[in-house]
């Protein structure tokens, strides 16, 4: 790692996918960094095992202690439940940030709990996988992924200046916004495809019979469409408690889509509707 960085130890609580990929970007790209990790009994041994991290913290005020950089990886609930404590052992100086995927929350009670000294910088890396823990990390999961900051642009703090870095260095693309705004963003490209993922499995299970129709008969496409449906309760538990209102406003526009479309069933409209859809379809692939 350059001499003059300021993140010479940096503490990451929670060590399952996003805090288990970005310790392990951290231990790629800056070698002379120690990585502390905090977590389950369990998960944290196969942190260790795997060389995830360095050092292991008994609870959040050792692992805390002395880091210049916090990273909280837990859960959205358990981040927000974590706060206190974090800012209650963070040293003078330290960049604390998380990477919980709702912000609007998390920023209230972190605006509650942090003072002048240590900083809070709220983010969220749009970086997950249906499969969840320690054994999916990847170091390069980071990579051409958009990754949310929460404040604005030119904030000119060095430890924000030296985090966007650090971000950059591994891969990810740094994007400002507000808490509110993000939790709108995100409840329309990242919660509303989860469910709508559910859902669509919902219907698949509830239509199929007893001879395994019309399940035996699917093919790559459904397994593409319903790739989400992989990801466990625990994950969006919290989420969804936090962003009810953007989700719920969320599927009210898709179920306005899905009248729409089934009106124009029997109609050449509905060739509009597709190229509307191949046209995003374009657009997203080309940001890959």
């Known amino acids: 790692m350059d001499a003059t960085s300021p993140f010479r130890r940096v503490a990451v609580l929670g060590t399952g996918l996003i805090g288990g990929s970005f310790a392990l970007s951290v231990r790629r790209h800056y070698p002379d960094v120690t990585v502390v990790g905090f977590d389950r009994a369990s998960v944290i041994d196969r942190a260790i095992a795997l060389g995830v991290v360095h050092e292991v913290g008994n609870d959040i005020a050792s692992a805390v202690s002395g880091a210049d950089l916090v990273y909280i990886a837990l859960p959205v609930g358990a981040a927000i439940e974590a706060l206190p404590a974090v800012a209650a052992a963070a040293r003078p100086g330290a960049l604390v940030t998380d990477a919980s995927s709702t912000k609007t929350a998390t920023c209230r009670i972190a605006e509650q709990n942090f003072g002048s000294e240590a900083r809070f910088l709220g983010g969220h890396p749009i970086a997950g996988q249906e499969s969840s823990g320690i054994e999916r990390a990847d170091g390069e999961l980071f990579r051409g992924a958009p990754y949310a900051l929460i404040g604005r642009e030119d904030d000119n703090d060095p430890r ?13 693309s740094p994007e400002w916004c507000d808490a509110e705004t993000h939790d709108w963003a995100v409840g329309i490209v990242s919660h509303l495809p989860q469910l709508l993922s559910i859902a669509l499995a919902r219907v698949v299970q509830d239509e199929t019979d007893e001879t395994g129709l019309p399940l035996s008969l699917a093919g790559r496409g459904l397994r593409d469409v ?31 889509a899905i009248d729409h479309l ?22 997203l692939n080309k940001s890959r």
Do not use: H
């Open 160 to 172: 924000v200046i030296a985090f966007i870095a650090l971000l950059r260095r591994i891969g990810a």
């Open 262 to 283: 089934r009106t124009r069933l029997a109609s050449r409209e509905l060739e509009t509707e597709f190229a509307a859809a191949n046209e995003l379809y374009k657009i």
């Open 226 to 256: 319903l790739r989400l449906a992989g990801s466990p309760y625990s994950v969006w538990r919290d989420i969804c408690l936090t962003n009810a209102d953007n989700i719920s406003r969320a599927l009210d526009r898709l179920a306005q």
